[in-house]
């Protein structure tokens, strides 16, 4: 690597190389929700004996417009936001432990085995111990993320090597492992040959109740046949490739595929949700909400008090209570968890457009002129562009500049808030951290929520609601809640001129 593995991961090398060996078999506690912390430290070791690290570009821009120290690095609230953002942005992954509403755990280095949701907080830890407080440069934050998708590939080839046992892969076998493992990749489980599962039990299930089986079959083949041609250069006239070598790398693409496949269906919901929306709010009103809850097939039936929980409500005027349609799709709700490290939720389009203002401006500190051009000249699914931006939203950009000393933060909850208040089907609102609760269904019930489905008469008193505003759609966007408080992601200790950064 053309950075030479430093001394703070000398004890990393002396840890793992010893055991190298044996880690390439299939560890105990790598096929639960727990691994060593031998497999991690040697998954890192895999990276930095890379004769050269790849940096992925979209890494680079969010590493220049972020806040910094005063050594020019990330502190640990920022590298957090950043990796979550990345894998959510790159994969759709919303990687476990790295949410910005989860806990922060104590994941001590001293500790033999780890949870797997806390194995972004254990590799983060390693690099922290060893910085002596000056934060995480490019390259380890790099390091970092090539670490955890090596882990998710390891865990995918562990589960695809239960599945397969001893077998010879052929032809149609090959079809039947990966459409088991596709199975058990949606429904989150991770089989194993000892256990009582049944894998057929599992796609008799999906099969009745899971809609979108059967296109997830047609992309999984489209994927194979996409393998089989690329590899087919490598391919020796004279020997066929093994079958395992064909679906191995299969099941390393359906990882980084399947959040744009989940999409399509989240694309589907949002156009169900625009077509009821409350005049260009980016909200829906509870009475069209639960409009269709006579179809079968209806796909609105959380409670409020989920949607509340999840932040997907707007209360603000008690007499017109909206589920915000961002808010809403991008909430655990709507998202599968087929490994222990990840879930795969619903693409944020808030994401694409950040980025696209981030490789605009370089800087995580901008003027509000150089924003509202930006801005005025980006597009998103639901707004065109160019457009001039109303005197509102530029005065309130202004106030955001005013109360930070002239600039604007652009990893802060006010930007965030803005940002919806011109992008409302895009760009989640941003409340306030610890005032909302990301449970799946599964783990609400489990921490002794009630049913995450509206009771019949929660829904008849909501449809029973007759609401009649006169408001224009410009006073309804006006009127939308706009909070005064603000919250950075981490503090601004390098200073900034124009594009250029000096340190202090």
Request: aromatic letters at 8%.
């Amino acid at each position: 690597m053309a950075f030479a593995i430093s001394s703070m991961f000398a004890f990393v090398a002396l840890a793992t190389r010893a055991s190298a060996s044996t880690f390439l078999e299939a560890h105990p506690s790598s096929q639960g929700e727990f691994m060593s912390s031998e497999e991690v430290e040697f998954a890192l070791l895999e990276v930095l004996d890379q004769e050269e690290l790849y940096i992925d570009p979209e890494l680079s821009v969010l590493f220049r417009t972020m806040p910094k120290n005063e050594h020019g690095r990330l502190e640990h609230s920022v590298v957090r936001y950043i990796m979550h953002r990345f894998f959510a942005l790159k994969y759709g992954w919303h990687v476990r432990g790295l949410e910005p509403s989860g806990a922060v755990f104590n994941t001590s280095v001293a500790s033999s085995e780890i949870v797997k949701n806390r194995v972004p907080g254990y590799i983060q830890d390693l690099f922290e111990q060893h910085s002596d407080g000056h934060g995480m440069s490019l390259e380890e934050l790099a390091i970092f993320a090539q670490t955890v998708s090596e882990l998710v590939q390891r865990e995918a080839a562990l589960d695809l090597e239960e599945i397969v046992g001893g077998h010879e892969l052929t032809g149609s076998s090959a079809d039947a492992v990966l459409k088991a493992y596709l199975g058990m990749y949606i429904k989150g489980f991770h089989f194993r040959r000892n256990s009582t599962m049944n894998i057929k039990a599992v796609e008799e299930e999906l099969e009745a109740f899971c809609i979108a089986w059967d296109s997830a079959k047609v992309w999984m083949k489209d994927i194979r046949h996409t393998v089989d041609y690329l590899l087919e250069s490598r391919r020796n006239p004279f020997k066929s490739i093994p079958g395992k070598e064909i679906i191995v790398n299969v099941v390393q693409e359906v990882g980084y595929l399947f959040g744009s496949f989940q999409n399509l269906e989240c694309k589907a919901l949002k156009e169900h949700l625009v077509e009821m929306e409350d005049e260009g709010t980016g909200r829906v009103l509870l009475s069209n909400f639960y409009s269709g809850i006579d179809d079968k097939d209806w796909p609105f039936i959380e409670s409020t008090e989920y949607l509340r929980s999840l932040g997907a409500l707007d209360e603000s005027d008690p007499g017109r209570v909206r589920v915000v349609i961002p808010n809403y799709l991008g909430s655990r709700s709507n998202c599968v968890v087929p490994s222990s490290f990840y879930a795969v939720c619903c693409l944020d389009e808030c994401e694409s457009l950040m980025s696209q203002v981030e490789h605009a401006v370089q800087a995580p500190l901008v003027e509000p002129s150089l924003l509202a051009r930006t801005v005025e000249a980006l597009a998103s699914p639901t707004v065109e562009a160019p457009r001039n931006l109303s005197t509102l939203q530029l005065r309130r950009l202004d106030e955001i500049a005013a109360f930070h000393g002239g600039m604007v933060p652009l990893h802060g909850r006010l930007f965030a808030q803005w940002m919806h208040h011109n992008y409302p089907r895009e760009c989640r609102f941003p409340h306030a951290v610890g005032t909302t609760n990301q449970l799946s269904q599964d783990e609400w019930m489990l921490m002794g929520g009630n049913d995450t489905d509206a009771t019949d008469e929660e829904i008849e008193i909501h449809l029973s609601l007759k609401v009649d505003v006169t408001m224009t759609a410009d006073e309804k966007m006006a009127a939308l809640p706009w909070i005064t408080s603000e919250e950075l992601i981490g503090s601004h200790k390098a200073r900034w001129i124009g594009c250029h950064q000096l340190i202090r």
